[in-house]
């Protein structure tokens, strides 16, 4: 019988890759979390963790419980809301990035809207600088945000990739004068274009400003700008330019993370969180 208390255990260090992080998460003792750990290797018959210096990492067999922890986790709680003595409506305010809302909608957050009928899920989008000022103005109750330092007090969901790219055989990207489309003020991406540019790097000649993702790969495939786009975004009608032979800021990789308003009373944020987490594992 795999226990829901044990489960949460294996999602704690899985997500801090800490023993002793995980143990802060979950108010118990570092023994006391070993000897579930221990447990739980003992119901399955196979090592769930390699351990090291740097800490633990998730074997194949660990991978595996993960995935069907995070869901054996939502059912929990979906179990428990519903048998809950009256129909109660909450809600629950979640903060994403203009250009990762599609992704999320068809993934998970549908799935999420259609189980959990008693609450009111409020989505808002922006982009991630100031997603991360509402939060701490209380106007979230969880962000899934971008940044190119780790999070602090974060649970890191992706690392992502962004190239600069052009029109395939477009001639946008030749001109000593860079045609350039970016995310708006307050994006990590847009900073660290500027905060990266030096002088022997060529001009930039901002022309567009969105925070629309079709509209930045529009105008790229139109051959009228060059951009910094995500991997995943990357098309055939596009070119990916090496910044070194173009003189372009280099881009470092960014983290996409999910952060929690500590002052959030809702337990109903936890199926959400679960949610999510099974969907980047099942993404992985």
Sequence with gaps: M?????????VAIAETGNLSKAAEKMCRTQSALSLQIKKLEEIVGQPLFVRDNKGVSLTEA???LLSYAHKMLQLNYKALNELRSGPTHEVIRLGIPTD???????????????????????????????LFKRLDRGEFDLIIATHWQPPKDGTL???????????????????????????PENCPIRAQVFANHQLNM???????????????????????????????????????????????????????????????????????????????????
């Design 2 to 10: 795999l226990k829901t208390e044990l489960l949460e255990s294996l």
């Design 62 to 64: 660990g991978k595996t």
């Design 100 to 130: 990762y809302i599609t992704r999320y909608i068809s993934s998970c957050l549908l799935d999420f809207i259609r189980e959990f009928t008693f609450i009111e899920l409020v989505i808002d989008t922006d982009v991630s600088g100031n």
């Design 157 to 183: 969901l992706f690392e992502r990739n962004f190239r600069w790219v052009a029109a395939k055989d477009g001639k946008a990207h030749l001109g000593e004068n860079l045609p350039v489309a970016l995310y």
């Design 202 to 284: 060529r001009p930039i000649n901002l022309l567009l400003s969105t925070p629309s993702p079709e509209a930045l790969c529009m105008a790229v495939e139109s051959d009228i700008v060059i951009a910094p786009i995500a991997e995943f975004r990357i098309n055939n009608k596009m070119q990916v330019l090496d910044p070194y032979v173009h003189r372009l800021p280099i881009l470092p990789v960014f983290n996409e993370s999910l952060y929690v308003n500590p002052a959030c009373q809702s337990e109903s944020i936890e199926p959400l969180i679960t949610l999510i987490q099974a969907y980047v594992a099942s993404y992985e």
